[in-house]
């Protein structure tokens, strides 16, 4: 039997099945690349980066 | 500074530019003499620097403590970078640093367009400080709410009451999933 019960499948937001209410509720969102690539086609999306623990934490 | 750091944060928004994304958000900005976490304001500002000069047309936001950008305001890397008018906009959390009537008075004077909240935290009285933040963008933290929460219109409609008119709402979920929406 097909497992349809995957992690992936339980988070996801269903961005294929309805594009028409996202675009009509949301002006932008705010995701972890690359999980929110598949955002980017649908509503302008802004990757998220931490300045401290990501970008910063080399500096140390 | 570390060159690779960076090297690393240009490669980051250059990919993610190319898969599409309207822009980058860089949250826990730190600087020196903020008292905590202090990565370096120049450091920082030259990363900052770095992506605009990487992505010149995208969306830079940018998050921070509001002891923090009153020290990264006036550095010439910081303006070069993150100036608003090159579509840069900055934003600082006011949950246990400082109370919320203080943050009302505070940010306008520190130049910032929107303050980020903690719902988990916010009271009625926290948001009615918010909204009185006058020619600002609001949003709003969404920390713990899943994404059945935000996309069933719980969280949506909770934000919606927090913010008057700007209809912009942001947050997290720490579920390295989804972190924001911003509604309207």
């Not at chain 1, 949301?26 to 990757?47: K, N, Q, W």
């Not at chain 2, 490669?11 to 020196?32: I, P």
């Not at chain 2, 367009?113 to 918010?130: K, P, R, S």
Request: aromatic share 10%; proline share 6%; net charge neutral.
């Amino acid at each position: 039997m097909r497992n349809t019960g995957s992690v992936r499948n339980r988070t996801s937001i269903p961005t294929q099945a309805k594009p028409p209410r996202l675009k009509a509720h949301i002006a932008r969102t705010l995701g972890y690349e690359p999980f929110a690539d598949r955002y980017t086609s649908i509503v302008p999306t802004l990757s998220y980066h931490d300045g401290y623990t990501t970008l910063g934490s080399t500096l140390h | 500074m570390n060159p690779n750091s960076s090297a690393e944060g240009v490669a980051w928004v250059k990919r993610d530019h190319k898969h599409g994304y309207a822009g980058t958000f860089v949250d826990d900005f730190e600087a020196e003499g903020s008292g905590q976490h202090e990565v370096g304001t120049m450091r920082n500002c030259s990363i900052i620097e770095a992506i605009r000069a990487a992505i010149p047309n995208d969306l830079i936001e940018i998050n921070m403590q509001p002891q923090d950008s009153a020290i990264t305001w006036a550095s010439p890397g910081w303006k070069r970078g993150a100036e608003p008018g090159r579509s840069g906009r900055t934003s600082s959390g006011v949950y246990s640093y400082l109370p919320w009537d203080t943050a009302h008075l505070l940010h306008p004077n520190l130049a910032l367009q929107g303050v980020h909240v903690d719902l988990e935290h916010a009271t009625q009285g926290d948001a009615y400080c918010v909204g009185l933040l006058p020619a600002h963008q609001y949003w709003t933290g969404l920390h713990r709410f899943t994404h059945d929460t935000i996309w069933n219109g719980a969280a949506i409609s909770d934000a919606t009451w927090v913010k008057p008119s700007r209809d912009q709402v942001s947050g997290s979920t720490y579920t390295r999933h989804s972190r924001a929406v911003w509604c309207r």
